[in-house]
């Protein structure tokens, strides 16, 4: 059911040094800031040949990764992004086998327009697990 | 300087229920475990058509991954790695800028019978790194 690894996305107290870090010492391809208002954080995308890396910082007082990142004042591997071809089947199969999909399980537009669910850690070997509509 | 992204390591605490959950809820390629008593963990590749996951389980009693373990019961992201064409080219690069490279800074044999060397998560957003020569 799942595809491609779509991203993973690292949550960091300093975006301007977290990117730079990626830029000039790894010599990564870095892309500028994205602000994403309705998800409460600011993204760069880092591109690799096969994926993506997603650099993730607050933006705004009601941030979902504030309380990530208190937790891990260094920052720290977030979540991690599979692409489905369906996400209602695939919500649906995986709430048959018993994982618990966060929110009233209706997909929203992740930061890359494209419908997204993220599954319970604890259903997931402690990993947050979203889903991407590709 | 970075490649590809080569897998994206999981620890687990029940190495059975994480690759069935992978195989039969996500639908995914797994493979046999691997015991690799050189790392002190036993390891379940999972195919993704760009990259792979990596499941982690203590193996023996001296498992470099018991105290992450111990401190998130129900498993996480342990680290992940990118591949790089010169692993003494990069370590020279990465110690130029700042970073410390884990253990004496030779590199080791890893899972895939590659040499790879692992950065400190300190200097790396609070993400444990390892650097694969392929």
């Given amino acids: 059911m799942i595809g491609k690894l779509n991203h993973v996305a690292i949550a960091v107290p300093d975006l301007g040094a977290a990117a730079a870090q990626y830029r000039d010492t790894l ?3 870095v892309n500028p800031p994205q602000d994403e208002p309705d998800h409460g954080v600011t993204v760069v995308f880092i591109d690799l040949p096969n994926t993506k890396i997603e650099l993730l ?3 705004g007082d009601d941030s979902p990764i504030a309380g990530f990142l208190a937790k891990n004042p ?3 591997i977030h979540h991690i992004c599979y692409e489905v071809d369906d996400i209602m089947a695939a919500r ?3 709430t048959a086998a018993g994982a ?3 929110g009233d399980g209706t997909p929203k537009i992740g930061a890359h327009g494209k419908p997204v669910l993220f599954l319970h850690p604890k259903d997931f070997t ?3 697990v ?3 509509q590709v």
Same sequence: chains 1, 2.
Avoid: F, K, N, Q
Wanted: glycine fraction near 20%; aromatic fraction near 0%; charge should be negative.
């Fill in 27 to 29: 010599g990564a391809h």
């Fill in 100 to 102: 618990r999909v966060l």
């Fill in 92 to 94: 649906d199969r995986l």
């Fill in 126 to 128: 402690g990993t947050l």
């Fill in 74 to 76: 260094s920052g720290g």
């Fill in 57 to 59: 910082h607050p933006l």
């Fill in 130 to 132: 979203e889903l991407e």
